[in-house]
């Protein structure tokens, strides 16, 4: 079965730069049907969708964080990751990865999620 787990560190200090990994298993990256995306929640607030990379490299993001997030794809290890530049406490949040499947324009499958801190 398809699963998606995140893995990174929870702590960054601010104006360093978030690496998140979200790792794929059941299903290549590459497969030409699917977005992959990351989101996030900060406490007491919504999800925002961060941006993504589709399965043939290109990318998207939210123009809120365009400066500053980069999304790529390592296929040989059926990652996709997350790099969030110049960090603060505002971006404190549980970071989720999540598979969109271009025939039903859903989220179909996501990770559990993983809670990183931005603190001094």
């Given at each position: 079965q398809v699963q998606l787990q995140e893995s990174g560190p929870g702590l960054v200090k601010p104006s360093q730069t978030l690496s998140l990994t979200c790792t794929v298993s059941g299903v290549s990256v590459t497969t030409n049907v699917y977005y992959w995306t990351w989101i996030r929640q900060p406490p007491g607030k919504g999800l925002e969708w961060m941006g993504a990379i589709r399965y043939s490299g290109s990318t998207y993001y939210s123009p809120s964080l365009k400066s500053r997030t980069?999304?790529?794809r390592d296929t040989s290890k059926n990652h996709f990751t997350l790099q969030l530049s110049s960090v603060t406490p505002e971006d404190t949040a549980v970071y989720y990865c999540a598979r969109v499947a271009l025939a039903s324009w859903s989220y179909d499958y996501w990770g559990?999620?993983?809670?990183?801190?931005?603190s001094s």
């Open positions: 980069s999304i790529s559990q999620g993983t809670q990183v801190f931005v």
